[in-house]
């Protein structure tokens, strides 16, 4: 029995072969003529295969010296050829299936996901320009096992960043010394004119060309009055994300506010903190052309009524509205508002966001919101050197209250990879300074990335949200020096064994970077500055304290490696001598 693909290795029409036969070797057309008629092959298209359209196959004299052996016309879906020929596409193993009136079903595939091809063309033939006409070749497999000729070692894949089409494809009617192979793209090393094939991620419409030698030659994906194509896979729409903060100026807009009960304040609305993944001004899938921000702009309760309606809004910030002067006779407490939801043009609906609104007592005074201490401008300190490959910050504020009020708790929000929200009681008051566990630091805090936090205190009332502190993360880790020692007598044998990372943060021993710097500090008033192993001779026993500073381009780290250091001291050598 025959695999599937020497069943498709032979399935041709007998006089395509006789063609091959009278414009090049023989080499295939014997076992062609021999099972062309008996295997009709189990290649099928369907739904699922997303490329069509014609490429055609000629020694092209711009690019090589002209050949006759080229094979014209390759169709990439059967239903490329249901027209021309007033037959269907039908799977040969139907048992319907009638040569009569039906085309053997076949096509190839992208994976939208992959980019891998898979799938069959058919090089069916053709007249070339001087009415030439050209052989059938018949399958060629975009998905063919290996090994490869040369490199890359894949078959048939597009980059589905840029498009570009590389790896190889296989003519199923190899022999004879073809060995059927096509490559999709000029590999680095390879001799000739540059070439390759190339789909718009846009349109999906195919470019540039392939080449195999011997019997097919260039192949052309795009001419004049030809093209391959594939559908571009459509991008599936995503939910616009609402983000809804509250102002009492209009200008700073915080997640809750602080009012005073029976006492008239100005409220504003903003939506500026909220997206769309499909882009906000996607014309099919964005908000701006046929979306809609919408508000609970009455403040009611429990479910929400929107009552204010902003259509085809041009940007987030087109969302925002003002509420005027309300006057909130709540008894004191914290209020959540679900305030706004957006709407795509296709209609997703987003998250509905909240703000909140504090209400106190007339007389009774909340603290004041938080700022930075002088002596942590920033707002934040750090530590770099205590756990290899990562720096912790600390962030650090101010609590003040009108009244001279204890503070009880605080709440920080820190805006990672993800966001951090935690409330703490404050056991022992103030409490002014917060430090993130290392998993959330290691999970959530990127090199080279700038994050965000804010905070907020209460000594029995929230103040308002500070405002948000911009802090920035080191290029990469940085130094971890350490060393051992052992003794010789006198002298003491240091051990470098210091890492340090690179621009991608991946570690190396310090020592090798002519860059980096060292200052050792043997504990008895002398140092020196050798990069690597070094040694020290002690005058006396010690102990000592030994500290190794390594220096790199983010900063400075000191260990004191296996310190204490004690150092063997000979005894003298005593020489008797007589008293007189």
Partial sequence: MFSSPDLLRYKFLVIQHLQIMKR??????????????????????GTEHNVSGWAWSNMDDSLTPADERSIGWISFNCTDREAATGKTCLDANDPTFNPEVNLADYGVKIDPSTGVFSGYAWAGGGEDADGTQKPTIGWINFEPAGPYPASPNSSAKENLANGEVSGWARALAYGGGWDGWIKLRKGPSDSGPDYGVSINTANGEFSGYAWSDMVIGWIHFNGANY??????TPSENQPPVAVATISKDGSNYVDSITVTQGVATPIYLSAAGSS?????????????SGGKCE??????????????????PASPSNCNISLGNLTFNDAPGTYTYQVLRITDKPGAVSNVD???????????????????????????SWDHCS????SIPTFHWTYSDPENDAQSAYQIKIYGETTLNETV???????????????WVRDNLNWSETYSWRVRVKDNQWSGWSYDNSFAMPSHAYPNPDFSHSITGAVVNFTDSSI?????????????NSLNNYLWNFGDGSSNSTRGDTSHVYSGQGPYTVTLSVTDDVGTCTTQGDSPVGATIPPPNWREIPPF
Avoid: H
């Avoid at 093209?227 to 571009?232: E, K, L, M, Q």
């Avoid at 609104?357 to 920033?378: C, F, H, K, M, R």
């Avoid at 756990?387 to 990562?390: A, D, M, N, Y």
């Fill in 227 to 232: 093209g391959v194509r594939t559908s571009p």
């Fill in 276 to 288: 769309d993944p499909d882009g906000w001004t996607n014309p099919t899938n964005g908000v701006s």
């Fill in 387 to 390: 756990i290899q490959g990562l």
């Fill in 354 to 380: 909240t703000v909140s609104v504090i209400v106190e007592a007339e007389g009774n005074q909340p603290p004041l919101q938080p700022t930075s201490p002088p002596e942590y401008p920033d707002g934040e």
């Fill in 24 to 45: 090049f070797t023989l080499f295939f057309i014997i076992p062609l003529m021999v099972f062309g008629f008996f295997f009709a092959g189990a290649v099928q298209a």
């Fill in 295 to 312: 508000w609970n702009s009455d403040l009611n309760q429990g479910s929400p009524t929107f009552e204010s309606t902003i259509n085809n």
């Fill in 500 to 512: 340090c990372y690179d621009a991608n943060n991946v570690s190396y021993p310090c020592k090798n």
């Fill in 425 to 439: 009681n404050c056991s022992a008051p103030p409490c002014e300074s917060y430090t993130p566990t290392t998993n």
